[in-house]
């Protein structure tokens, strides 16, 4: 048996192997002491024909799934080795084979996923400048195809892993050098990375594989003239086979998608803009997917999550989503009975995956019969809808009645957890199974009439006809009868007090008796087999109405939630604005429960307001507003309706942002390195449609540094010439607010804010005009910082003020002179230091009178002549 061990451990050096022997899966060696430590199992030993003991521990059979879990979740493989064959048929030692490998990426098992999640096994194959990318989830049998060409290959591969989020990726060697992409996967990605051989990304292989499993060309599949793409779909069919070893017809198709059918989302603006997970504690409450998701099935949680991920930039089919949502949002209780028989509805995509993996047992077919009894009305619910994605949803659902009447026919209502031992078949079902349960029930009523005989015949009112595995049936007579005992009774079993007989009679009964229940068990279990290879071929029909069923979840969900929530029917368009009457947050909205959210408007276009200057103080809700405009854009984009009064949205190719501070240790970046790496990736990949979220660009520097890089930043995106792209700019360097009267396009936009003495009331509310003051010192006090520092800082500032800017100088390391004015010639800008005249020219035009107060008038009038007298 340690010979057959060793040679199948050669086979799979780098797995741990759980090697089948009766009721558990034993590890031996190097397998055993690893699994002790990391399952915290007893390490034994087992003679083995060598000088010393083999290590050995052990797990049983039938809860192995959860240590499984454990040991996949910690990055490492396991080869399932089971017996092979019968050991009762057996001649000598029992062959054993492996089964199947688990790896990170290919988990099926129900108990270690997470149903609202994809489990994506992720393949890149990168050659010079071009890559396939293939991401396959072995348990609901999605498998997504892209190639990538030209431009930054690895940033656009790491986005893209990014965005699928893989627990296991495999690279080419080529793909493995990049140092871009295998540190990316090692400090962004929680999947295991391996490289694999250059020898499994033959395309002539891959091309043979992938027709030979999906029995047609590569024209058929799109894939003609797509040999990057060929090859990382043949190297996952490859790993798939290699590891699942059945059950692949459960991958019946591709997804063939290219970047530009989605709004372009890197990591950085997915993790600023907390679409699925919030930043800081890496939960799903907090974040846009915890406001939207009101979805009933585990299908349709996965489906939302895909669709937040990844808007359209079809106007077409966003409308089609639109229209569908709003059918739903105006039919609440058609809404609302859809949303309660969804709720039953069980997982029928990874049930088949069970199912064709012939891994299901009775509970999991009949989990699926039970979320089939509620298609019909579904389907019938949907039978009147106008929207033609609501009509294409009612075409697609096939209510399956002949797959539902089989397993109610067939399978029992509690069915046993294993389908080897009998009791899982429904009496009616098989006539023939029922005549030998017949005869069983005949064989205990004949058991009852020996007993009554052999009491009779000896006068033994006590003898009794009893069982057990080892004896099988016997005649039981206590001590104290043993005289009456007949002489045709053969003794079997001497007890304390009794002594158990066997009679021919008897032993005829027990060969009867006991053929019937192994023939049960096994008629049993093959129409069992039966009718899941019947259910198993109707995956096509099963796969196509669960994926219609998740759509109309997602729908339902986006419905429900403009409900609850108040939210407006967005005009999606193919101009290039974007204008939001009284825009909210979605999901700071949704966390204050006690204080109304004040709304704001948003006009950006890439004409007269294709930049925003947004000035402010800390706190005063900046970054709230900058975030709602991007997610109200994205949810526009996604089909769903939004928090606004009224909302019109141009197609948006791409969201980027630059919020907040970070630093990137295990890469050796500083705070201002990753500030500065991210700028430049937008600048480099943002277009004209484009919306950039750009917060406190350049703060992590100098003064002049930083404010020198905001500005020839903001300069850059807001000219048409070199991007022109529709932006919001958040900045606390005041002098910036001059662009407004140099460059077009340009406008400014200040967070409306109440100072009382040292305390300010901030109104969140977006005004024009740029703002007088950062409040800094105010801020700092509602932080909780100690009164003597906030009176030192205070006198502090007034020096400062009263010395100008030369001040600064000496705390920067070296001397610094004054950025030199840009030629006139090319851009005609100003200086940095206006006149008064000039400044109080601003200041009056940023006043509005009709809001102003007696107080503040004379608190402007008094500002104004201060700077008048300077």
Not at 9 to 28: C, H, Q, S, V, W
Not at 280 to 287: D, F, M, V
Not at 322 to 348: K, W, Y
Not at 658 to 679: H, K, N, P
């Amino acid at each position: 048996m340690m010979q057959q061990y060793q040679n199948i451990k050669a086979e799979n050096p780098d797995t741990i192997l759980f090697f089948r022997l009766g009721d558990f899966y034993e590890m031996f060696f190097e397998d055993a002491k690893l699994a002790s430590k990391e399952l915290e199992l007893t390490l034994t030993g087992r003679d083995c024909g060598q000088d010393e003991r083999a290590p050995m521990c052990g797990v049983p059979y039938h809860s192995c799934e959860a240590y499984i879990a454990r040991l996949v979740a910690k990055g490492y493989k396991v080869a399932i080795c089971e017996q092979t064959e019968d050991p009762a048929k057996a001649k000598g030692l029992v062959r054993r084979e492996v089964v199947r490998v688990v790896t990170p990426g290919t988990v099926i098992e129900n108990s270690m996923l997470d149903e609202g999640k994809n489990n994506f096994l992720c393949v890149v194959a990168m050659f010079g400048n071009r890559a396939g990318l293939c991401f396959t989830d072995s348990s609901t049998g999605d498998m997504q195809v892209t190639e990538l060409d030209d431009g930054d290959l690895a940033q656009r591969i790491c986005n893209e892993i990014g965005r699928f989020n893989p627990s296991e990726v495999l690279l080419n060697p080529e793909a493995g050098h990049s140092k871009e992409i295998t540190d990316f996967c090692k400090n962004k990605v929680n999947g295991v990375v391996s490289v694999q051989p250059d020898a499994n990304f033959d395309e002539a292989k891959c091309s043979d594989l992938i027709r030979r499993h999906f029995h047609c060309t590569l024209k058929t599949l799109e894939l003609e003239g797509k040999p990057n793409a060929t090859v990382a779909l043949g190297v996952a069919l490859g790993y798939l086979y290699e590891t699942q070893r059945t059950g692949l017809e459960r991958i019946q198709g591709i997804s063939l998608y290219s970047e530009s059918q989605y709004m372009q989302l890197d990591l950085s603006t997915r993790r600023n803009l907390e679409l699925i997970q919030t930043m800081r504690t890496k939960e799903k409450r907090g974040s846009l997917l915890w406001v939207l998701d009101k979805t009933r099935t585990a299908m349709g949680k996965r489906l939302i999550k895909f669709w937040i991920e990844q808007p359209l930039v079809s106007c077409a089919r966003i409308t089609q989503r639109l229209n569908a949502v709003d059918e739903l949002f105006s039919e609440g209780i058609a809404r609302a009975e859809l949303g309660e028989l969804m709720q039953g509805v069980f997982d029928m995509e990874r049930l088949m995956t069970r199912v064709v993996y012939g891994s299901a047992g009775g509970r999991e077919l009949k989990a699926l019969s039970k979320s089939l009894e509620f298609l019909p009305r579904i389907k019938e619910i949907l039978q009147n809808a106008k929207a033609g994605m609501l009509r294409e949803i009612h075409t697609a659902i096939d209510p399956l009645e002949d797959v539902h009447d089989l397993i109610e026919r067939a399978i029992v209502d509690e069915p046993p957890v294993s389908v080897r031992e009998g009791g899982i078949i429904r009496k009616g079902y098989s006539e023939e199974l029922d005549d030998i349960r017949e005869d069983m029930t005949d064989s205990k009523s004949f058991i009852a009439k020996i007993e009554a005989q052999e009491r009779e015949r000896s006068g033994i009112k006590n003898l009794k006809v009893g069982y057990n595995r080892v004896f099988g049936y016997y005649i039981e007579v206590t001590k104290s009868n043993l005289s009456q005992v007949p002489p045709t009774y053969i003794r079997k079993q001497t007890l304390t007090n009794c002594e158990r007989y066997i009679t021919e009679e008897l032993k005829q009964l027990e060969m009867r008796v006991l053929g019937a229940q192994e023939r049960i068990v096994a008629m049993e279990y093959q129409l069992y087999e039966q009718v899941r290879k019947f259910v198993s071929d109707q995956l096509s029909r099963i796969q196509n109405t669960a994926q219609a069923v998740a759509r109309l979840d997602v729908l339902c969900s986006f419905a429900q939630t403009a409900a609850i929530n108040g939210y407006c029917r967005p005009e999606v368009n193919m101009e290039s604005t974007v204008r939001i009457v009284e825009g909210r947050h979605p999901v700071v909205e949704t966390m204050m429960k006690d204080v109304p959210f004040v709304p704001n408007d948003t006009l950006l276009d890439d004409d007269e307001n294709r930049a925003a200057i947004i000035t402010g103080p800390n706190m005063a809700g900046k970054s709230t507003y900058m975030r709602q405009t991007a997610l109200i854009v994205l949810m526009a984009q996604i089909g769903c309706f939004v928090p606004a009064a009224a909302a019109t949205v141009g197609i948006t190719d791409s969201i980027f942002t630059r919020v907040g501070a970070s630093d990137d240790l295990a890469s050796g970046q500083s705070t201002f390195m990753v500030e500065m790496t991210e700028v430049a990736f937008i600048l480099k990949n943002a277009t004209r449609r484009s919306l950039l979220i750009l917060d406190e660009i350049g703060r992590g520097t100098s003064t002049f540094d930083g404010m020198s890089i905001a500005r020839a930043v903001l300069e850059y995106v807001a000219d048409k010439k070199k991007l022109g792209a529709k932006t919001l700019f958040a900045t606390h360097y005041h002098e910036l607010t001059a662009l407004e009267d140099e460059l077009d396009g340009v406008k400014n936009y200040n967070i409306a804010v109440k100072k009382r003495g040292d305390d300010i009331t901030f109104l969140r509310r977006i005004v024009r005009g740029g703002a007088d003051d950062s409040y800094g010192i105010e801020v700092a006090k509602l932080a909780g910082v100690p009164d003597t520092v906030m009176a030192r800082a205070k006198q502090i500032l007034r020096q400062l003020e009263g010395e100008g800017t030369a001040a600064v100088r000496p705390v920067h390391t070296r001397k610094r002179k004054t950025p030199p004015p840009p030629e006139p010639e090319e851009s005609g800008q100003m200086s940095f230091a206006p006149s008064a005249a000039e400044n109080i020219s601003r200041r009056l035009r940023e006043v509005d009178v009709n809001t102003l107060t007696p107080i503040e008038a004379l608190n402007i009038l008094y500002e104004l002549c201060r700077q008048a007298k300077e």
